[in-house]
């Protein structure tokens, strides 16, 4: 489903990403792991064509991508309720709404736990709040493919947990493949998971059983 192909990231002198290669099967899940700076958010905004690769390819054979950023970059100024935040991420939202529309965001707020929030403005919800409703719009075109940056960093710890079980859940219901940028795999490893470990190149890719075996040999080539 996305393949990359030597893809290299330079911003003037600097070499961000360096020769990556891999590729990503549908259902597949994906965890990319690395210390800060080590070019992980440049990954993701590649995919998601925010950057273009200085050098390489990168074959997506998908156009139905949903997309969680690291920061919201939420606009206090325009007072948008939840309900139009998560409506704007349907595929071709109108002007308004339809009730079956309204009947599925209300869904989701009640799976993630915040069915109250569904008129309440953007400007009053705490960062947790507004990184689940977030995620609803990545999810609710039902996304062949969903692109996670740091998406806990905000929530609640008791909410952690849950969250992740949903991702897992919607990556079984659907078949959803799911990317997810993460400093911390405490709480959102399973067995049939891939862990990817970049700085700069791709360092390991693998099981996450193997994993533990490049952590303990030091983050050593493989």
């Known amino acids: ?4 192909e030597n893809v290299s990231v330079s911003f003037g002198n600097f070499e961000v990403l360096k020769n990556i290669n891999f ?13 800060n700076g080590s070019g992980k958010t440049t990954l993701v905004k590649t995919l998601v064509s925010l950057l ?6 990168i ?4 156009n139905n991508m949903g997309y969680l950023p690291q920061k919201l970059n939420l606009k206090n100024q325009i007072p948008m309720t939840v309900q139009e935040v998560i409506y704007s991420g349907f595929d071709k939202p109108k002007l308004f709404p339809t009730k079956t529309e309204c009947s599925l965001i209300k869904k989701w707020l009640l799976r993630m736990e915040i069915p109250e929030l569904f008129n309440q403005s953007m400007n ?3 960062g947790g709040q ?7 719009r990545a999810l609710i075109s039902n996304p ?10 905000a929530l609640d710890p ?3 947990e849950k969250f992740y079980k949903l991702l897992y859940e919607i990556q079984q219901e659907y078949q959803t493949t799911i990317i997810h940028v993460t400093h911390d795999l405490t709480d959102a490893v399973k067995d049939d998971c891939k862990i990817m470990y970049v700085d700069q190149s791709i360092r390991f890719l693998g099981s996450y059983d193997a994993y533990h075996e490049f952590e303990h040999r030091g983050h050593h080539h493989v």
């Open 1 to 4: 489903m996305i393949k990359y």
């Open 23 to 35: 590729h990503i099967g549908k259902g597949d899940f994906l965890h990319i792991v690395g210390p």
């Open 52 to 57: 273009k690769p200085t050098e390489g390819q």
């Open 59 to 62: 074959h997506i054979n998908t």
């Open 124 to 126: 009053y919800l705490s």
């Open 130 to 136: 507004q990184q689940r409703v977030y995620l609803i």
């Open 144 to 153: 062949e493919v969903l692109i996670l940056d740091e998406p806990t960093s």
């Open 158 to 160: 008791s909410f952690r």
